[in-house]
């Protein structure tokens, strides 16, 4: 199993600026994945962190708004960019279980734009 | 789209079997069924997963068709703490950059 650690654990910003997420994982990964829910909604994918590589990022999202870094094996940030109210939500960061296929997430990182 | 579909929400009785079906209708061949929950303000939770077996754990049993196109999750003795929405996944075992969730369902367990 893998235990995922993620700063901060809420926030409330201010619009137009940006936050930036840690995720920090107990054990050496390959792939990291970040994850927003909005309120009341199920969770989307964002995009897929490798170390040594560019994310890669679903659609909806760009890197100029969300850029993601993965300096290690065991960390990776999100930054939410030029906040809006519409990116008010919860911010998951997940690994994967390379064996069983087995998603790990964080406790999530609640963010409010006002 | 996700590729799973289920009922937005159900109820159970606490102590009787809580059964969440999920229709996986297009699911290819190496395809597994995974099952998460998310209790109110928490990340989401692994429970089980299997490929065309029957698979029983600590927490829950999973019960796949034949023909694969749907299976359904059971807790056995619901309890309160139960209540959660729950996500069935169909994707493959190694390939989870490409995974959807969909609306999951709402599980309610009333005292």
């Known amino acids: 199993s893998a235990v995922i650690s993620q700063k901060p654990s809420r926030d409330i910003c201010q619009r137009g600026t940006s936050l930036t997420i840690q995720c920090q994982v107990d054990?050496?990964?390959?792939?990291m994945f970040w994850y927003r829910q909005q309120p009341g909604q199920s969770l989307t994918l964002i995009a897929t962190?490798?170390?040594?590589?560019?994310?890669?990022?679903e659609s909806g999202f760009v890197i100029d708004k969300f850029p993601i870094s993965r300096p290690n094996l065991t960390f990776s940030t999100l930054t939410v960019s030029n906040m809006s109210p519409e990116d008010s939500s919860i911010y998951l960061c997940?690994?994967?279980?390379?064996?069983?296929?087995?998603?790990?997430f964080g406790e999530g990182s609640r963010l409010t734009v006002l | 789209d996700a590729k799973t579909t289920q009922p937005p929400s159900m109820d159970c009785a606490e102590g009787r079997a809580a059964n969440l079906p999920c229709n996986h209708s297009?699911?290819?061949?190496?395809?597994?069924v995974y099952w998460y929950r998310q209790i109110h303000s928490q990340g989401p939770q692994y429970i089980i997963h299997?490929?065309?077996n029957n698979e029983t754990n600590e927490m829950a049993s999973l019960i796949i068709t034949e023909d694969r196109k749907s299976s359904t999750l059971i807790l056995p003795h619901a309890t309160l703490r139960d209540t959660a929405v729950y996500y069935c996944?169909?994707?493959?075992?190694?390939?989870?950059?490409?995974?959807?969730f969909g609306p999951g369902t709402s599980l309610s367990v009333i005292p």
């Open positions: 997940s690994v994967e279980d390379p064996t069983t296929g087995e998603l790990f």
């Open positions: 054990s050496q990964v390959t792939m």
């Open positions: 962190a490798n170390q040594g590589s560019e994310a890669t990022y």
């Open positions: 297009t699911i290819s061949g190496n395809e597994y």
């Open positions: 299997g490929l065309k």
């Open positions: 996944i169909a994707c493959s075992q190694t390939s989870y950059d490409k995974v959807i």
